[in-house]
């Protein structure tokens, strides 16, 4: 028996169980679960917090000193303790005169994963999907892209193996994600399923930007609504937050409240993603933001960011939007070769998400005493690559130095 003709045998009965509890259809799309209700009334965050709040003018120096040697515009750091909002401030500015707040809104880059890993675990607490259920396949929640799988190996992975980065994708050279220019997903999706995978999904982990692009279209099919709409109804809106965009991808596009952004003063021009323009700032036209939708789409505040962790944590203070069990299976750490659900790394029960790309960087620090630091910036740093790391540095650093110092209170309720 072929290979595929085995697969087609062992597939249905490994998800016999799941399939009979789930229904994907494009043409009887899934009826969207009730919205969680916020745990706090209507409160603009993004607004109602601003930097007369809060106020350390020593952290303020070593923030001022990191900012003039990475030469970076606006920074915006919010911290939380046991899901109380306890510092926000933004530093710098956010455009040519506007002043950085708490409340200005900046690309999150890969950041979103962690948003759409916890979109994922809501679906699987409706029932519409298990971390489990096949991607591809007769019993595949995109098994509409099945007639270009040339790979058997497609019908191989799962859910979980999207969201651990263990799908079987691996590029050499530049990254799919970043690469010429599809008007659409399904058109990119279907250009790259017909490639081969480069290992057996499931028994080894590459980063992949695309991975994440096949989970927004899981989130878009077990759900039956578009990513964005999906994401705003079932995990921003019952975390208290209305000020989560998808970004654009030129200045014109720029949202209410967003920061501008920045490349370094010698950054050389780049011609536009979509061909159109000859010379633009990469951070405005050189990649196709837009698209990348969960991988790494979403605009927020650091405030409202860290509400979103402060609602998915499990502390219990806030209202949390998933289950313990979700939010267990989210944060546990396995070993170094597996990344954790949404989460780079949960090793030693301190959570890391970081995110990065032309004009920004965020990252998200929750520690097991309780403590999340969110900084994002809207510069792109001299030393790219090392920037993520040297930012790490600076939050434990903040934390060692005045942790202690910030005020017992909570800026979400005040």
Partial sequence: MSRRGLISIIVPLAVAAVSAVLIFSAKKPAAAAEPVSPSVAFTDYNKSITNELSELPAMDHVVDSFMRYWALKGVSIAVTRNDSLIYARGYGKAGQTDPMTPGTIMRVASVSKLLTAIGIMRLEEEGKLHLD???????????????????????LITVEHLLRHQGGFHYRGADVMFTGYHPSAEELVRSELRRPLAFVPGTWQQYSNFGYLLLS????????????????REVFEPCGC??????????????????????????????????KYAGVEKCYGGNDVTSLKGAGAWACSAVELARVVSSADGFGVVEDILSPDSVRKMTTWYDDDTFSLGWVDTKDGEWTRTGSFSGTSALIKVFPDGECWVLISNTSAWRGSKFSRNTSHLVKNLRRRFSSQLPVRDLFSE
């Fill in 242 to 275: 209305h000020g989560f965009r998808i970004a654009g991808n030129y200045l014109k596009d720029r949202h209410p409240g967003e920061s501008m952004y920045f490349m370094q003063p010698d950054a050389e021009l780049v011609t536009s993603f979509d061909g």
């Fill in 133 to 155: 259920t096949p991607v591809f396949g007769p019993y595949g929640i995109l098994n509409e892209f099945d007639s270009v799988i040339r790979d058997d190996n497609y019908y």
């Fill in 217 to 232: 279209l899981v989130i878009e099919k077990a759900s039956g609504m578009p990513y964005d709409a999906f994401m705003q």
